[in-house]
């Protein structure tokens, strides 16, 4: 086993949450403070899907970003985790790792990989960090397989940051607090936007998770029956031209009805069509802003839900620049 380029094993933050939690969100606000700490992050993303929306977003100069492509990362095919973390070590490009999870990834199959035997001299699992929107956890509508996944990113956190606090009433927040230190106890809670988990706090602690073997906390055993994502499906395509932004706007509202849990992408619009814009959509909320890196990423869609017809989520797509070509029946968005 050769030893990393630092001579001592990466530490890594593990980054969980259901989709549209706000895990890049909180990305990004520690890629903002990494200069002041004087430490380099490194990056490995793994989105669901073929497209990478959020790998784009955190891209900044000097930092170093990885893809884990082929679906979730607790389920990707041959080694690519083991593959992606020895190619940051081996870089010497920076001093931790934070790996963002998919948001349907079962954290207990990602904590095995990064703990494995053959990895102990290259990555040391720091802590385990889980996103959960709070407005969400309150809604009473919502499948019981994301609940259960949400249980689970939960009950594996050292520290669960509750996102959207800023969108609730007095008192929610607790309610949501206390429901989850019902499933993890030991767990530190933060509250975004209001606060941020400290990550050279994090990085500064003991690891919480040593070898892939060591005994879970009580309720927090093996997952049980398939994954969630085998029933989830991603559809993506390439917008060919700027597209008008209020025929655009207009279908961003209409996917929840068609079983879209999550909407993501970069678009030009005809009112500005030098313009690269980036776009989200979750919980029936989206917003759209110019996005501000160069060099300028290709314009594309991605959405993410649960038994997605593909076919007909492309032919709605391309009622957006071609409507005359578009399938019969499909003219209601």
Request: aromatic share 6%; charged share 25%.
């Amino acid at each position: 086993m050769k030893p990393t380029a630092t001579g001592s094993p990466l530490p890594v933050i593990l980054l969980t949450g259901f989709l549209g939690a706000g895990k890049t969100t909180l990305l990004l606000r520690w890629l903002e403070e990494a200069p002041s700490t004087g430490r380099r992050i490194g990056i490995v993303m793994n989105e669901f899907g073929s497209e990478s929306v959020d790998g784009q977003l955190v891209r900044r100069p000097g930092i170093t970003v990885t893809q884990v492509d082929g679906g979730c990362v607790c389920c990707a095919p041959d080694d690519s985790l083991d593959r992606a973390c020895r190619s940051m070590a081996r870089e010497g490009q920076c001093d931790d790792i934070v790996l963002e999870a998919s948001g349907l990834a079962d954290p207990d199959n990602v904590i095995d990989v990064l703990t494995d035997a053959d990895l102990l001299d290259v990555v040391r699992l720091q802590a385990v960090v889980t996103v959960v929107d709070a407005a969400w956890f309150l809604r009473p509508e919502g499948g019981a397989g994301e609940r259960v996944l949400v249980r689970r990113q939960a009950e594996y956190a050292d520290v669960v940051a509750l996102s959207r606090c800023d969108l609730l009433a007095p008192g929610e927040a607790e309610a949501v607090e206390q429901a989850l230190r019902a499933w993890n106890g030991r767990a530190t809670f933060v509250r975004l936007p209001f606060g941020l988990p400290d990550l050279p706090a994090l990085l500064a602690r003991p690891a919480a998770h040593c070898v892939a073997d060591d005994p879970l906390p009580s309720g927090r055993g093996p997952a049980s029956g398939e994954h969630l994502h085998a029933r989830y499906r991603s559809v993506s395509w390439r917008f060919p031209v700027p597209i008008r932004r209020e025929a655009f706007e207009t279908w961003l509202a209409s996917l929840e009805r068609h079983g879209v849990a999550r909407a993501k992408g970069f678009v030009r619009f005809d009112s500005s069509p030098t313009t690269v814009h980036v776009f989200q959509k979750t919980l029936g909320h989206h917003f759209i802003e110019k996005f501000p890196a160069k060099p300028d990423p290709e314009t594309f869609g991605v959405l993410i839900g649960c038994g997605l017809d593909v076919e007909a989520h492309r032919a709605r797509a391309r009622m957006l620049w071609a409507p005359t070509k578009a399938m019969p029946g499909l003219a209601g968005m």
